[in-house]
């Protein structure tokens, strides 16, 4: 089905139609049942009226032989008096061997000639009597049952009853609304049950949709609020919930480290966090690193609330501006930042990416500085290029993605030989970016960890 058809069809709400299926089965079953209980009561009551004829018709046979033989109409018509008065008896008839009527219930149809039924149906032998139904001039519904009278192999005459069989309509259709009403009864409150039930199913649905449209929305702080129901939908909103909160979990997670690292190497570490760069390796990479000259004796004479604020607004222009370059921010240290270039996602330019990043960072903290935080305009940069090793470095309990190695050690010395607005960088990085860059040579410094004077320049400017 396409989105077209999905918006332009009318919506179904689940409830509506668990009551309908419910309504359905429940309507079909009463039916299905009503018309196989009605069909073998009808049958059980056509089989009575059979049996109940038979026997006023063998009653009539055998007290009929005797008159028969001696063609006394009188004591024939007084063994047929009787049958009138029986409930359901429509008539009973005697006939004599030329078919000629010797008794009859109605007396007026004495001495006349038996005359065949109109509408009668197929006839039934069942032994010696057989029986048929048939429609009379009064719509009446007659089962006609006849048997031979014979005395010693001799046919004699014969004798025919009819019963009504009208009733046996009559009390199916009482049946019929009896069960009518019983199953309008049972359907209404099988559509109030199955409702009631269907509603308890379909918000807990609903509830699931919402929850799945705020979390497609972002939220993942939303929850689905249970009653610890012990089904399958009481599970599913736990389930949900789990899910909701491991997303959130991400989502922070991606969200505080993002603040850290570009989304070039977000992306690469949600895709593959078990990758090899987790665990170690050697890379070339730039280190970076910044902090403001003189900020003890700043913070010793300001309000703890002013010291944080500023020491907040260097590290939002810093970072910011290393992300910017493809840089990823180590860590703070005291009023410092470490920043690297190259790691985890290699980059043949790190060395350029760090220098713009400084150079611009300075700038930024410039235009700060005259602005009202003054303090700004005072921070040293050092930078310098090198193999480093980098990977998750703690232990089970705390652990962090960092850059340890020489070059690190090297770009923190250069930091410390950097004045306020000063970008410093090492010979290693001069030779990386030579082509592009300007720079002014500083006389050789003395550092440690190194046996020798280390060359060091500080950067005037760098074409665009």
Known sequence: MTDNMRKT????????????????????????????VLNRQKDQLYNQSVRAGTISLNYFVNNSKIPLINDDTLRLNTLLKEASSVEGIMYAIILNEKNIIKAHTDIKNIGKKLKEHRNAGNEIKDGEVRYYNYINSKNEKILNLSRPVAFNDKQLGEVHVGVSI?????????????????????????????????????????????????????????????????????????????????????????ESFGKYVGSEVLDMILKNPESTWLKGRRNEATILFADIRGFT???ESREPEKVVETLNRFFEITSSLILKHGGYVDKFIGDAVLAVFGVPVYNDNHAEMAVRAAIEIQAELESASKAGIELLSKVGIGINSGVIVSGNIGSNIRMEYTVIGDPVNLASRLNGLAGPGDVIISKSVREEIENIITVEALPSQKVKGKSQAVETFKVIQLSA
């Open 9 to 36: 069809s009318i919506p179904v709400p689940i409830w509506l139609k668990l009551s309908l299926s419910t309504t359905t089965i429940i309507a079909f079953t009463i039916i299905a049942m009503s018309y196989i």
């Open 166 to 254: 009208d009733f046996i309509e009559d009390l199916i259709n009482k049946e019929k609304l009896s069960i009518i009403v019983f199953a309008v009864i049972i359907i209404f409150f099988g559509i109030l049950i199955s409702t009631i039930m269907s509603f308890g199913f379909s918000r807990p649905i609903k509830r699931l949709v919402k929850a799945a449209d705020e979390v497609g929305k972002g939220n993942y702080k939303y929850r689905i609020e249970t009653k610890r129901s012990r089904d399958e939908l009481g599970d599913l909103s736990d389930a949900f919930n789990n899910m909701a909160e491991e997303l959130w979990r991400d989502s922070l997670m991606k």
């Open 297 to 299: 004796s700043y913070s």
